[in-house]
């Protein structure tokens, strides 16, 4: 049986210090591990931070990956992150992890469910404020995303707002009206690939 566990976003405020550290949790894991991973018997939740799994370091290393430094409230070395580990019995089916990313009108969620070897199994928006929600929570869209990994996303260009030419990540349309709000979710898919990548991936590589 699923292990209940209902929590919104995580607010960590720092003594002395304006901004806050924002995580978040998947709404209702119960429902959304089921519905992203049909066929799996459990899962465990677990917070890692920038902070906690290597400090400045890491947090440099991220922004050199990502091309693009980390600001405001949803981007800072305090964020707790929440990984949920998906299990068949004690196989290990991957993961889902979410983050927060400025749009135009407000944050977004973007969680990516992983397989075990870091592959987008699926793509969710949970939480967006946009003229073109519908469209960017479309099905259609969504897919566009299934198969891809974080080396099909090191082309792109988070400043720029640009793939590299003939990259698997130059192949995903945006919706007509999305804007800005396109952009901040490419830039949402490739900093969740690479803090997967620190977090996990390259862990179980070594």
């Known amino acids: 049986m699923y292990k209940i566990l209902l929590m919104l976003c995580i607010f960590a405020a720092a003594p002395g210090r304006a901004a806050a550290a924002v995580g978040c949790d998947l709404n209702d894991p119960d429902r959304d591990v089921a519905r992203l991973f049909p066929g799996s018997t459990g899962y465990k939740t677990r917070y890692v931070s920038l902070k906690t799994s ?3 370091p890491l947090l440099d290393r991220v922004e050199k990956r990502l091309g693009d430094k980390f600001h405001g409230l949803y981007e800072n070395i305090d964020v707790p992150y ?19 990313q400025k749009g135009e009108y407000g944050g977004i ?27 960017l929570r479309a099905k259609e869209f969504a897919a566009q995303f299934a198969g891809l990994a974080l080396k099909d996303f090191e082309g792109y260009d988070p400043v720029a707002s640009k793939a590299a030419a003939g990259s698997p990540s130059a192949g995903i349309k945006a919706p007509a009206k999305a804007g800005g709000d396109f952009n901040s979710v490419m830039r949402a898919v490739k900093k969740n690939l690479i803090l997967m990548d620190e977090f996990v991936f390259s862990k179980k590589a070594k």
């Open 82 to 100: 929440t990984l949920y580990d998906i299990y068949r019995g004690t196989q290990t089916l991957g993961y889902i992890h979410g983050v927060n």
């Open 109 to 135: 969620q973007v969680f990516l469910a992983l397989d075990s070897v870091g592959v987008i199994k699926s793509f969710y928006i949970q939480k967006l404020t946009s003229r073109a929600a519908k469209d």
């Open 54 to 56: 290597g400090g400045q």
